[in-house]
């Protein structure tokens, strides 16, 4: 009876030690939350594009050295990598923000509004934190803050990824993700599992959006060239027309998704948004070249609509007496941002705790691409949306002069982040 009491009394203490770790997190995040929100206004004021982040590289790095987090700069050009230590042996947990802004002149009526003004590609631009990545950033150094100040009890390690480039490097440059996870931001020590958060400027906050399996699309570029043999307009039989065959292209490849795929899994997507081809209206031209682009929510969809773009492109062309060439991908791919369906349901409980069951919504995949697809090809990984619009306003568009967050989904973020940890280390035995 006195064993079994004790083994009562261990499992009891056991349990309440690890609540006790929760309920401290989740009032420390109430006090961190003004620093957030200052963190982010003055990101805001000076934002930087991709592979640029200097000064919000240098801010976080300074700021994670003070609370004794080890830190590694330069990664990736101007990524800031955070590895916290806990006292007690356990899992290596990565949380990631993006640091990146955009080259856009804000025009919301905040205060501290960008008037920050730079050359991308050789042109003037405005730059505008119009993603919402200043607010990830901010979030992540809450998250640094509130998890160091209580690191002796941690099971196991948190690294902290700052990562540029997410919304794509310069012309000419490495960048984001695919550059971090190529200088080996997940390993050393090994990461067991990721999570990172995307504000969304279309969910109310305090809402989170989640979705297990294909979160966001792959996304590819493509360029397909017709190659004909050019003739006067008015004796096309002297010639093969790559317009005509281009056409028949186009149409076809639409085919791939209403015929190809299935359509009670997964949605997918072809485009083509570019034709060129011929100068003149009484010329048939040589060669037409069309761009465009696919995006796919599984691995096994793009497989497919790869290989029967090629099929459809080269043997239409075949039969027209033309040729075609098809790069695909052409110069930029990013894999599906998937999250991986045991882990979200393992994790759900986490979410609902700090948002309240009825504030969790499965919500329907998106179509837009996120680099931090590459890493969830090293570790399995979630990402979530935090709502961030506020509830009475109308929603603003990522990527639009306009975009506007409230400032008061911050702490949500704060404490989903912080508790999906503890809650993974205290899972992992
Ligand atoms: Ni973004």
């Not at 009484?282 to 609509?305: A, C, F, H, Q, Y």
């Amino acid at each position: 009876m006195l064993r079994l009491l004790s083994i009562l009394l261990l499992f009891f203490c056991g349990h309440t030690f690890a609540q006790r770790l929760q309920t401290r997190a989740l009032s420390t995040a109430a006090t961190i939350d003004d620093s957030v929100i200052s963190w982010r206004r003055d990101f805001h004021a000076h934002p930087e594009l991709g592979n640029r982040e200097m000064r919000t590289a240098g801010i976080v790095a300074k700021y994670l050295r003070s609370l004794g987090i080890e830190v590694t700069e330069h990664v990736a050009k101007t990524g800031v990598v955070g590895v916290l230590k806990g006292g007690l042996p356990g899992p290596v947990i990565a949380l990631r923000a993006d640091m990146d802004a955009l080259p856009i002149v804000e025009r919301t009526p905040v205060p501290f509004a960008s008037k920050v003004k730079t050359i991308y590609n050789g042109n003037e631009v405005g730059v505008m934190h119009a993603c919402g990545h200043d607010a990830h950033t901010a979030i992540l150094m809450g998250v640094a803050k509130l998890l160091s100040g209580m690191r002796k009890e941690l099971k196991g390690t948190v690294k902290f990824i700052f990562q540029p480039a997410e919304e794509g490097a310069p012309l000419g440059e490495e960048g984001g993700a695919k550059l971090m996870v190529k200088e080996g931001v997940m390993e050393n020590p090994k990461v067991d599992v990721i999570f990172g958060l995307h504000v969304a400027a279309d969910l109310n906050t305090g809402k989170i959006g989640f979705r297990p399996g294909g979160f966001m699309a792959s996304a590819s570029d493509m360029k397909i060239t017709v190659k004909g043999k050019g003739a006067h307009g008015a004796s096309p039989w002297m010639g093969i027309d790559p317009v005509v065959t281009a056409a028949q292209i186009i149409n076809s490849l639409q085919t791939i998704i209403s015929r190809n795929l299935n359509l009670t899994q997964n949605a997918a997507v072809i485009t083509i948004g570019a034709i060129n081809g011929g100068n003149r209206f009484n010329i048939i031209p040589e060669s037409v070249e069309m761009l465009g682009t696919v995006r796919t929510l599984t691995d096994d969809d793009e497989k497919m609509i790869f290989a029967r773009i090629k099929e459809v492109a080269i043997k239409i062309a075949e039969a027209n007496g033309a040729s075609a060439e098809v790069l695909l991908p052409y110069t930029v791919h990013y894999p599906v941002t998937y999250n991986d369906s045991s882990l979200v349901l393992k994790m759900l409980p986490s979410l609902q705790k700090t948002a309240g069951a009825a504030n969790c919504l499965l919500v329907n995949a998106k179509t837009g691409a996120e680099d931090f697809s590459f890493y969830q090809q090293k570790a399995p990984g979630f990402f979530f949306n935090l709502g961030s619009k506020p509830v009475n306003a109308a929603p603003t568009s990522h990527h639009t002069a306009d975009f506007f967050i409230d400032e008061r989904s911050f702490l949500l973020g704060l404490k989903t982040l912080s508790v999906m940890v503890l809650d993974y280390m205290d899972m992992k035995k």
